[in-house]
């Protein structure tokens, strides 16, 4: 240590100044007698530091002994929790395959074929009844008193054009809402519905097809367009069910923020 070697040298000088006081006179040794206090002094503080200097270093040792006491505690909470967690086992059972009744049971095996073609709008009509955009005019204009304080005032026949632009606009992409009402990039299609962009952005903004209700949110993440998606299944159960069909599925591509949104990767549009 140092404290001990400064010691050992200051020992040595002492030793070498006490024999050269004997052989001078006596003066010296009480010189050398004062020296000697002043060393027992500076001794006794060094053997007070070191004493303080093995207190701390006693104290450090009990505290790193209790930081790694908690340290092995977490340790053993943390196993003991890994322990807990069971893993998910799927047991594969042995069984007889049976397979399902595909016999074809519909009652009209003979649709009658149509006499012509009908118009998009009267296909689209066929799923889509004047009653779903009856109860879309009933319930903007409730959302609207509700969020507003004032209502829209909208009517069967001002949905039935609000859907029909939006058919339009998915068709024919701007990047900006207002260049379908510029004048220089306005077309024909939208100049006949005739509805300003102001009155469109404020049915887009009320347009509601059911009743705002928490309960259904918590129980359906679909309820907001249910009894749309409801209209059109049960067209879809009206068809004529032929026994040689092929059914296929297509991904709508979508980005917006839904949590039954799925990525399907290898698609050629994956959202």
């Excluded at 050398?32 to 093995?54: A, P």
């Excluded at 069909?245 to 050629?268: A, H, M, N, W």
């Amino acid at each position: 240590r140092f404290y001990g070697r400064s010691r050992i040298q200051i020992s040595l000088e002492e030793a070498d100044t006490a024999i050269s006081a004997l052989a001078d006179d006596n003066s010296e040794i009480e010189c050398n007698s004062s020296d000697e206090e002043e060393y027992e002094n500076t001794n006794r503080s060094h053997n007070m530091s070191d004493q303080g200097d093995s207190e701390y270093d006693e104290i450090q040792d009990d505290e790193d002994r209790e930081d790694s006491t908690v340290s092995s505690a977490d340790e053993c909470v943390a196993s003991t929790s890994k322990s807990k967690k069971k893993k998910n086992t799927v047991t594969w059972t042995k069984r007889k395959y049976v397979p399902p009744d595909t016999s074809f049971t519909a009652t009209d095996d003979n649709p009658e074929e149509p006499t012509e073609v009908e118009s998009p709008f009267q296909y689209f009509s066929r799923y889509f009844p004047v009653e779903i955009f009856s109860q879309m005019s009933n319930y903007t204009n409730i959302y609207s008193v509700f969020k507003n304080g004032k209502s829209v005032n909208t009517n069967e026949n001002e949905i039935r054009r609000l859907v029909a632009l939006h058919i339009i606009m998915g068709i024919i992409n701007y990047p900006r809402l207002r260049l379908y009402w510029a004048p220089q990039t306005q077309f024909n299609l939208v100049r006949d519905v005739g509805m300003s962009r102001n009155r469109f952005e404020s049915l887009r903004n009320n347009l509601h097809i059911t009743d705002v209700n928490k309960d259904k949110e918590e129980k359906d993440k679909l309820w907001k367009v249910r009894p749309i998606i409801q209209s059109f299944e049960k067209r879809c159960e009206e068809l004529v069910t032929e026994e040689n069909c092929c059914i296929d599925e297509t991904i709508i591509p979508f980005k917006g923020q839904l949590s039954i949104k799925q990525y399907v990767r290898g698609k050629p549009n994956p959202w």
